[in-house]
């Protein structure tokens, strides 16, 4: 505890009861931290809060499974989360321990189309919440959000593809072995009118749009490669969809407008309208 004897965020799981009993609003919980990644606080509500008193019990629920009882933690709480000055004051950021992840295995909910968890924590944070943003908020728009896995798996996409060490990867003609390799994947149903499917970029305004070492990261590489794939429509043979817009959230508006700049630069002009852009300042530095 701190000096105010209030439970520090950052203290290592202290059990202290006897046995975790789940319910379904739980397995709410992990199942989506499992699409989508390390979740905050709000935003776990914001799934479950049909099945919650208020939020309050959910952030005791989450505390109890943070601290775990005699078999071991439920949930961890990223320890990079805690490295920013305003920490404190943020929601705290929940990730599945390995235990919840075997849960999830028994009910036969696999992590097989899971979001790869190499990148930098703060990327991952960020892209979860994008992803979460558009599952919760399409229904209020009269929309069908279509999560990775439902893409995946559908039988418009190629066996080989599902079958694929990483089914996100998809080649780039021209550019010998390298493949492009999206953030995210989902699709929108429009009631009547059909379907859009989004590739999705996290771009935390951390390399620049181009650069005169081609052997350095540049986001224009990736531009490249999607204009690539849209002149071949590349998206029909490997993923079965019949359209691919490209959406990229930053952090920045003076970068997203950059961005855009370069793609009406060095893309075709047919294509520019496949190109999206969305700025979140808050997901940027601190």
């Not at 950052?10 to 919980?29: E, G, H, K, M, S």
């Not at 009269?142 to 080989?160: F, K, N």
Request: charged share 20%; glycine share 6%.
């Amino acid at each position: 505890t701190d000096q105010c004897y209030r439970s520090r965020r950052c203290a290592r799981p202290n059990p202290v009861i006897r046995r975790v009993v789940l319910t379904d609003a739980d397995y709410f919980v992990f199942e989506a931290i499992n699409r989508h990644g390390p979740l905050p606080t709000h935003y776990l509500y914001e799934f479950t809060k049909h099945l919650r008193r208020d939020y309050s019990h959910l952030q005791n629920r989450l505390t109890e499974f943070y601290n775990g009882d005699a078999q071991g933690p439920l949930l961890i709480r990223p320890p990079q989360q805690f490295a920013g000055f305003e920490a404190r004051y943020q929601h705290v950021v929940y990730d599945l321990a390995p235990r919840a992840k075997a849960l999830l295995a028994e009910r036969g909910i696999t992590s097989r189309y899971a979001p790869r968890r190499t990148d930098p924590f703060l990327h991952q944070l960020m892209q979860a919440c994008v992803g979460a943003s558009l599952e919760l908020r399409a229904p209020s728009k009269g929309l069908r959000y279509i999560p990775r896995w439902e893409i995946l798996t559908s039988p418009r996409c190629p066996q080989a593809r599902r079958d694929a060490l990483n089914p996100m990867a998809i080649p780039i003609s021209g550019m010998g072995q390298k493949a492009l390799i999206p953030d995210d994947l989902f699709g929108l149903e429009y009631p009547g009118a059909g379907f859009r499917f989004f590739a999705v970029e996290i771009d935390r305004n951390t390399e620049s749009i181009e650069r005169k070492n081609m052997t350095q990261n540049a986001f224009g590489a990736k531009i490249a490669g999607y204009l690539d794939i849209l002149r071949h429509q590349a998206y029909r043979t490997h993923w079965g969809l019949p359209n691919l817009h490209i959406l990229t959230v930053t952090t920045n508006a003076t970068h997203a407008r950059n961005i855009l700049s370069y793609i009406v630069k060095h893309g075709d002009r047919k294509f520019s309208n496949r190109f999206a852009m969305a700025c979140e300042p808050s997901l940027g530095t601190n």
